[in-house]
């Protein structure tokens, strides 16, 4: 087998390491990082020694951590371009609403949250900035699912759903995602295109949320014109 044959291989294995280190598990032993990528020890620390190296991994007191390389070649995302500009907006929606907002991104068919400006008026949500939950259990989701290309995999019973979500221009999850919790969001378009969407997550028992609409919809314009003249947004 050739070098570039067993590229491919050692890339994903030293993705499957840098994935093991979450919110919550910042700084993991090797023992830790092997178990939860499912790789033998002699395996991750061939691969930490690799991670080290580029600086993509660093070893700190109690173990490993993610390197700060990774931040810097992260910032530079289109992702990150699109937080920025829309941080300010956001900023402005909370202080309207009082409430939690959220911005995110969909990639296979999960949310991917850029963006939580938390609230000390409404209950916890389980989004984290980085952070993934399945897309068709959020509001955010659902839009981006209902604004997008990628709908083949999709069951009858959802799409119905999502029909309705593209007809009425927002989508909601009522208790779907976190007991208690209830949200209402809308697409950020670009031409016709959801390159995210933005959200505000409230308690269900203070009704639809319907309330919340106007605001969205002027932040996810507001941000739709800034994003329009990004390139890396609009390719």
């Not at 280190?21 to 939860?36: D, E, P």
């Not at 033998?40 to 580029?54: A, D, F, G, N, W």
């Not at 990639?107 to 938390?118: A, G, Q, T």
């Not at 000390?120 to 389980?126: E, G, K, R």
């Amino acid at each position: 087998m050739t070098t570039l044959d067993q590229a491919p291989s050692v890339l994903w294995k030293a993705f499957d390491v840098l994935d093991a280190f979450s919110h919550g598990h910042r700084v993991l032993t090797l023992s830790q990082i092997a178990r939860r990528s499912g790789l033998p020890k002699s395996t991750v620390h061939r691969l930490l020694l690799m991670l080290m190296r580029v600086q993509a991994v660093e070893q700190v007191p109690g173990g490993y951590t993610v390197g700060l390389r990774m931040f810097s070649v992260g910032s530079m995302s289109a992702e990150m371009a699109l937080r920025e500009l829309a941080l300010p907006r956001l900023e402005k929606l909370r202080g309207m609403t009082r409430q939690t907002v959220h911005l995110a991104v969909l990639r296979d068919e999960e949310s991917v949250y850029l963006e939580k400006l938390p609230s000390l008026v409404s209950p916890h949500t389980p989004a984290l900035v980085g952070g993934r939950l399945p897309a068709h259990r959020t509001g955010v989701g659902k839009v981006l699912l209902a604004f997008g290309d990628g709908r083949s995999r999709i069951d009858s019973a959802l799409a119905a759903r999502l029909d309705s979500v593209r007809r009425d221009g927002f989508a909601t999850d009522r208790e779907e995602a976190t007991p208690g919790l209830a949200c209402v969001a809308v697409p950020i378009l670009v031409g016709n295109r959801a390159v995210a969407a933005v959200s505000v997550a409230f308690a269900a028992k203070e009704g639809d949320g319907r309330v919340f609409l106007n605001p969205l919809r002027e932040t996810a314009v507001a941000i739709s014109r800034t994003a329009a003249v990004v390139p890396s947004l609009t390719s």
